[in-house]
């Protein structure tokens, strides 16, 4: 998709106990998403899960982090960013940041909606993921047994393997650039220190020039 962004690296290198290895997608700046971006996300976000299901026939423990990442984007759907149609164009509080009992600006039966069309969200990204992964079984096991090859691809080693992008190739910086600029930002963002209100100079008191 047009709408995601650049994978840098792929490893199945282990990083620490939890973390048997990792994708590096290359971010950029944006503060604006819509529905369908956000859904492309999810459905990335899936990759790993369904592709453990569809070679295995099993699943693991290993794609807690990600359905992490899919469960909160879809309730953000539904609850804040009034994109579902039976909720409606009203936003709620996240409920990790309500605290105490009676809080909650919602009825039971309104909640109960809620989780449906969360589960119904991730339940859609998760048969667009299966369907297109299933479509493309072949580069999968590509990428697959080049991993198992080599533990760790690059983006230049992911479209060797399975082609261009179909819709153009996605925009590559230097990672060593990307973290300079992101320095660069973080320090431009911080507050300037408060300058010292400037104090009004003395006039020079004009001599006398009376005669005595």
């Known amino acids: 998709r047009s709408d995601t962004e650049?994978?840098?690296?792929?490893?199945?290198?282990p990083r620490t106990n939890a973390a048997l290895g990792f994708s590096q997608i290359l971010p950029r700046e944006q503060f604006l998403f819509t529905k369908e971006q956000l859904f492309e996300r999810m459905c990335m976000a899936l990759g790993g899960r369904v592709s453990e299901a569809i070679t295995f026939n099993k699943v693991t423990t290993g794609a807690q982090d990600d359905l992490r990442k899919v469960?909160?984007?879809?309730?953000?759907?539904?609850?804040?960013?009034?994109?579902?149609?039976?909720?409606?164009?009203?936003?709620?509080?996240?409920?990790?940041?309500?605290?105490?009992?009676?809080r909650r600006p919602f009825s039971q039966g309104l909640q109960e909606l809620m989780d449906h069309e969360?589960?119904?969200?991730?339940?859609?990204?998760?048969?667009?993921?299966?369907?297109?992964?299933?479509?493309?079984?072949?580069?999968?096991?590509?990428?697959?047994?080049?991993?198992?090859?080599?533990?760790?691809?690059?983006?230049?080693?992911?479209?060797?393997?399975?082609?261009?992008?179909?819709?153009?190739?996605?925009?590559?910086?230097?990672?060593?650039?990307?973290?300079?600029?992101e320095k660069d930002k973080q320090d431009t963002s911080e507050e300037e220190p408060p300058q010292q209100p400037k104090v009004p100079e003395e006039e020079e008191e004009e001599p006398n020039l009376r005669p005595v």
């Open 118 to 181: 969360a589960k119904l969200l991730i339940a859609q990204a998760y048969r667009r993921t299966e369907k297109l992964l299933l479509d493309n079984r072949d580069k999968l096991q590509a990428l697959a047994n080049a991993l198992l090859e080599k533990e760790v691809i690059n983006y230049n080693d992911i479209e060797q393997l399975i082609g261009p992008h179909p819709h153009g190739p996605k925009k590559i910086i230097n990672p060593q650039s990307w973290i300079e600029a």
């Open 71 to 102: 469960t909160r984007v879809a309730y953000s759907m539904v609850k804040q960013y009034g994109m579902i149609p039976s909720i409606g164009h009203v936003s709620y509080p996240d409920s990790e940041t309500v605290s105490g009992i009676g």
């Open 6 to 13: 650049a994978v840098m690296k792929v490893s199945i290198a």
